[in-house]
């Protein structure tokens, strides 16, 4: 198809099209003319898979860089790629110094040791959780994650592992991640502070 | 106690404390002399409050305000001022114009019928689960709120309700609802992504 094709069937604007193209983002079409390229499939996928890490997923276009550039290297194992879209996904946490931030880092590393949990010893989520662990002790909340633990290992391996397309194409399988953290983690959210709601309401007898 | 004082036992620097005076955020000190105010527990608390708004909840000073003087409204129920600091913490969501909206706001209200859960009409979070609910359906993701419906209703009846001291002072309890949907949501984020991370690496016998 033509750009003007690609443009009207992924909704993304030819201007736009054309600064993905410079950037690296979107492969180059085939040159059959001067002045004229042919784009595909593969071209309209990783269109979706852009606006999803854009849109939905809310990345800068370097961290959407990088992204894609595991999504091209076909050396790299499915979940290595896939760990690299979640990594981008999260937020960057700078370690503190202190006893604190020691204590609640090494609880992470014994919690997921404990699991079993397969995790990258550099997983950018570890200092993610230490964080979460040291604000919640400075502001005297009690630590009990068993039931968060539970509830996450639950929901990822019996529900949302099984929408991830492993076999598919690279580009596919990320999308899938990028929309089922974001969109099914809002919906989650959503439905947490519904159920305190109603629950409160319940307790209050109203 | 002093102002000084208040100061040191809440961490808040003394021009931010005068500031919250001017504000409203923080009721006056009993005055004892023309240049001298005498603040006590209550004043601690409400500081201990407002930071968790500002600094966990990151809510504006103007949504601060609406907590503050629903906790102040002692003719409210307790569950009406819980839910007045919960919308405070949801985003702003604009109902859209469309089918598809309707059709979305439909299911929520119908979900939340069938469930029998205790909402009111006005909640903004009904529009905002509509919302996410819409984008979902625009990227073609399966939507199954079933096992998220179940893992909210179970986590919040059955361990979060129990942190909120509803027979305590107003401002405790709202500040350990702030405090909990917002640190146990983050904690619950991260555990969700590293499960995920896991269970990839497992499916994909890495």
Known sequence: MRMSELSAKSGVAIPTIKYYLREGLLPQGAQIAATRAEYDESHLRRLRLIRALLEVGRLPVAAIKQVIEAVEDETLPTHIMLGIAHYALSPKVEPESGEEWQLARAQVDGLIDDLGWQIHPEAPTRDELAQTLVRMRQLGLPINLSPYVETARKLVSEIEIDTIPFDGPRD??????????????????????????SESARRMGS
């Open 172 to 197: 596919a399988a990320v999308e899938a991640l990028v929309l089922g953290t974001v969109l099914y983690g809002r919906a989650f959210d959503v439905l947490r502070r519904l159920a305190h709601e």
